[in-house]
Every structure is written in C-alpha cells, then in structure tokens.
C-alpha cells in the first residue's frame, strides 16, 4: 500500500443533515493522492449507513466506528491512524473547495519553515447560501500577534505537518471547546504560520455549533491557552500539563482577571449574536438570551440584552413576554424604567442597543 500524500481527518457525530456534502467535497478534490480519515464517534443517526456507502464506492475513505469519546480524542486517534506527513482537517458541516488541497499542499511543499497552514472562508447558512466571506491574516508576524487574545485560523481549513503536531502531543482534552486554538499555539512554538489568502472552505453557520453551544466554557479556555502560552515563553514550562479542566479558580491562578473573562465572554456573544441574526433571528435571540443571563458578564450589558429580548417579543406581538423580559432589564439597570416610561412603551421595539 503506497503512502498518501494528504492524510484528511474529520470526526463525526450525528452528522447526517450535512456529512454528505462535507465527504463530496473532499472526495471531489483536483489533488487525489489522500487518504479519508473518518472517526464516527458513536453516531446514533444515518451517520454509520452514510459513511459505510461512501467507504464502499471509495477506498480512500477509511471509517473508525467507536463508542463516543467526543471530539478531542476523536481527532487524536485520526491523527494516530494517519499515514501521510500532512493532516488536514475536515469537519461534517462544512464544504471544502475542489482546489483546497492542491493549494495547501503546493504551499507546504515550497515553505519548509511553514507547520501550519490555514486559509480564507465563505460563511454559509444551513441551505449553503454563502452570505459573507473573511480573509484572515497571512503572514506570520500578523498571525502571531492577533494569536496573543484570540485565533485566526479557521480549523476545518488547517493543513498541517504530521511531525509538528506529533512532537506536541497533537490535541489536547483540557481545551475541550478551543483545542484547535491551544494545539496551534503550541505548534507555532516549533513553526511559522501561515494562511492563504485564497477561499479554500465554506464554513457553515448554525445554531448547534460547539462555540454557541458551549461558548462561555470555549472563551473560558481560549483565555487559559492564551495565558499559559505567556507562561511558557518566560518560564519554559506548562502549567496546564497536569491540568484536568479549564475552570474559573484555574483562570486567576493564571493571571486571568475578572474583567479580562467578561470582556471576552461580551465580545463573544455580540460576535455570535451578529453573525446569526443574519441567517437565524430565532437563534439569534437564544444567544442573546444566553448573554442576558449570564451572570459573569456585567449587569449593565445584561440590562441591554434583556432588552433586546423584550424588543424582539414586542415587535412580534408578544407583549406579555416582552414586559416580562423589559422588567428583569429593569431590575438589573433600574434607569432603564425612566428611559421606558419617557419613550412609551409602545417605542420598545426601537429602544434596545443591541
């Protein structure tokens, strides 16, 4: 059996609304020397019955069935049964352009010094309408200096050295909702980075996405990798490498303030929320609901968000709810029963800030 140049691994669970356009789209690749790896990590769907008919018209794919482990793991083992020297990453609700890995690969083979390399995306919607496109930074000293607070690479686009991510123990299961983030900084460590300023995937849009699922645990470890990356560089040594899960006690150990995670945690949810009332204004109010109540973030930026809510039941007819959601506004920001009693409740619907 020859080696692959491209080992492509995507894990999978309950995939089946998207998994069969994500699989097309590498399968219809220009560059055909890759392997497919994919983990089913304990589907309970169509996934199983979706995967084995593909697998069975294609050998390059190779399914890993196993009783749920979740996504970190997963990916592990996909990198542990890769062959080739270079992984890319795949996920089941995306759709990877037909050049991508000709591309990324090309790019790979002329920059040694590159271990890490992502591109630009379209972002879609559950129908695959692309609505807006992001063409992230590209150089290394750009990409090393927005890493510092947040992540430029977009994971399901990442083409990346086998031996690199190999030599930092691949992904790690304490960043259960930003392990991308955490195994990127750690690999930049050891290589340059880099993105292609070219669209290479459609990244799909949707309310059961882990980072609005799971958003305030997702920001609580992307401030941890970020924090402990400082730490490293200054002292060479990891102070998450015996940690278990990434919590708020852990967070002040680190440095982390209070004020730095409600700054996070805020511009997180105004992002999320902004990008779904674009596709999904039902779910853009659960976001917004989420916000509201969460009571790390500051009473004032909850006010604001249960107002919001209460604009968006009123506007719909639903004036009991509305009242509901303006009282609780209210009770967290008293000043607002001024600002609503002057404009007349009737107003409501153009009285919240976000």
């Known amino acids: 059996m020859t080696t692959p140049a491209i080992s492509v691994v995507m894990s999978v669970y309950n995939g089946e609304t998207y998994l069969s356009e994500a699989v097309e789209s590498i399968l219809n690749q220009t560059f055909r020397d890759f392997e497919f790896i994919i983990i089913d990590d304990g589907s309970t769907d169509t996934t199983a019955e979706i995967l084995s008919a593909y697998a069975s018209r294609d050998s390059r794919i ?13 990916l592990n083992i996909g990198i542990g049964l890769a ?12 759709v990877a352009l037909p050049d991508r890995l000709q591309l990324q690969f090309d790019f790979l083979e002329q920059h040694p010094e590159v271990g890490l390399l992502g591109g630009a995306v379209e972002l879609i919607d559950h129908s695959g309408r692309v ?3 992001v063409r992230p930074a590209v150089s290394d000293s750009e990409i090393r200096s927005i890493m510092l607070t947040g992540n430029p690479m977009w994971h399901p686009t990442v083409l990346m050295r086998k031996e690199i991510v190999l030599a930092v123990d691949g992904y790690r299961a304490t960043f259960d909702e930003s392990e991308d ?3 990127f900084l750690r690999m930049g460590e050891r290589s340059q980075i880099a993105n292609l300023d070219k669209v290479v995937l459609r990244y799909r849009i949707h309310a059961n996405q882990v980072s609005v699922r799971g958003g305030k645990h997702q920001v609580e470890c992307v401030l941890a990798a970020a924090a402990a990356t400082k730490i490293r560089k200054y002292s060479g040594s990891d102070p998450l490498s015996e940690v278990d899960r990434i ?6 150990r680190l440095g982390v303030t209070t004020e730095q995670v409600r700054g996070a945690l805020l511009a997180h949810y105004m992002h999320w929320i902004c990008l779904l009332q674009r596709i999904d204004t039902q779910a853009a109010l659960g976001c917004t609901l989420q916000l509201a109540c969460d009571r790390y973030v500051k009473r004032g930026d909850r006010a604001d968000a249960f107002l919001a809510v209460a604009s968006s039941h009123y506007r719909k007819g639903r004036t009991a709810k509305a009242l509901v959601f303006a009282g609780r506004a209210v009770l967290l920001k008293p000043a607002l029963a001024k600002h609503l ?3 007349g409740f ?5 009285s919240a800030k976000m």
């Open 62 to 74: 190779r399914v890993h069935a196993q009783a749920n482990k979740g996504r970190t793991p997963s």
């Open 83 to 94: 062959r080739a020297k270079y992984i890319a990453r795949m996920d089941a609700d995306d």
């Open 131 to 133: 609505f807006d496109s």
């Open 181 to 183: 983030y955490d195994l």
């Open 247 to 252: 919590t708020p006690k852990l967070l002040r």
């Open 341 to 343: 009693a002057k404009k």
């Open 346 to 350: 009737s107003r409501l619907a153009t």
